[in-house]
């Protein structure tokens, strides 16, 4: 393990006897991805804190095109834990969750925490969130819009969480759609776990069908569901067979540029305007809304249609 750290970037560390690798996410993962299979390889264990996560997380500086693809690609190193945290309550439960299994219980992983780099406030965590946190999500806001027989269901990650809570009150005050925001902490945790029951499953046909804690949690709840994160949108994707309903996915696909946050995430599609166009368009698909309200919503919000799309610009 410890050459994996000293390798791996200039910035390492060791706290006691838990190795903690930092490294800054602009450099690509095509630095350090060898480093991470042989570590998982020799079984290594500790933490990865991945600064300035994400592709929109950062002004003005222009990311290598693997950068984008941190998290995506975290579900091919079967050993490594991947984690998209947004608020301080979130980083903290995921470190304790890795201290305790790895350390006290021994178990073999890598956990991989990503960290932000823009100032927002930290709330407080929501009672009963811990579970949630570690195994991939859990229910961060419900907003009602009084008298509407609308809802959605929107998942926010990262430093795209907060763009999910900007639409939810979008969608509450200016459309009259009430929504949950769901906090993905790891949709490769989630996505292993419901691979692992349906495995499960196939193996033990006589024996009551398991359901993963994903299942569990959207059971009966109403869509459609729109996910949206700073990656590319292969990473939301993971959960499509185990969403119950429409399930619309925004992600950064396309080449790196250098702009403002603001700019960047209007250029992706992932900002709280392209959230609201695209619940409201999914709402149309299921005709429980009409195609004059998404037009109006297109206008209203100032925003281009005839944008260039971010995958070939």
Not at 170 to 175: G, H
């Amino acid at each position: 393990m410890s050459s994996f750290i000293a390798a791996g970037t200039a910035y390492a560390s060791m706290a006691g006897t838990i190795p903690v690798l930092r490294l800054l996410l602009m450099f690509g993962f095509q630095r350090i991805g060898d480093l991470v299979w042989a570590a998982c390889d020799m079984r290594a264990k500790g933490f990865m804190i991945g600064g300035t996560a994400g592709r929109n997380d950062a002004e003005r500086r222009r990311f290598a095109a693997s950068r984008w693809t941190q998290l995506a690609q975290r579900h091919r190193f079967p050993q490594v834990r991947a984690y998209d945290p947004v608020f301080h309550y979130e980083t903290a439960t995921t470190i304790f969750d890795g201290l305790r299994r790895l350390y006290q219980e021994g178990e073999t992983a890598i956990y991989y925490i990503t960290v932000e780099n823009e100032n927002y406030v930290m709330p407080a965590m929501p009672e009963g969130a811990e579970e949630g946190i570690v195994k991939g999500m859990y229910k961060f806001s419900s907003r009602e819009a009084p008298g509407s027989k609308l809802r959605v269901q929107l998942f926010g990650s990262g430093a795209i969480l907060r763009s999910a809570l900007d639409a939810q009150e979008m969608l509450a005050e200016r459309y009259k759609v009430s929504s949950d925001v769901w906090s993905v902490t790891s949709y490769t945790q989630l996505r292993r776990e419901a691979q692992e029951c349906r495995r499960w499953n196939m193996l033990h046909p006589d024996q009551p069908p398991r359901q993963s804690y994903l299942e569990k949690t959207l059971a009966g709840v109403e869509g459609p569901f729109i996910s949206a994160s700073d990656y590319v949108q292969a990473l939301g994707e993971q959960l499509t067979p185990w969403i119950p309903g429409d399930y619309y996915v925004l992600g950064t696909d396309g080449m790196g540029r250098s702009e403002t946050r603001e700019a960047l995430r209007r250029h992706f599609e992932v900002d709280a305007e392209s959230i609201t166009i695209a619940t409201l368009h999914r709402l149309h698909a299921q005709g429980k809304l009409d195609a004059s309200v998404v037009a109006q919503a297109i206008k209203d919000l100032d925003y281009d249609p005839e944008k260039v799309n971010p995958l070939y610009a």
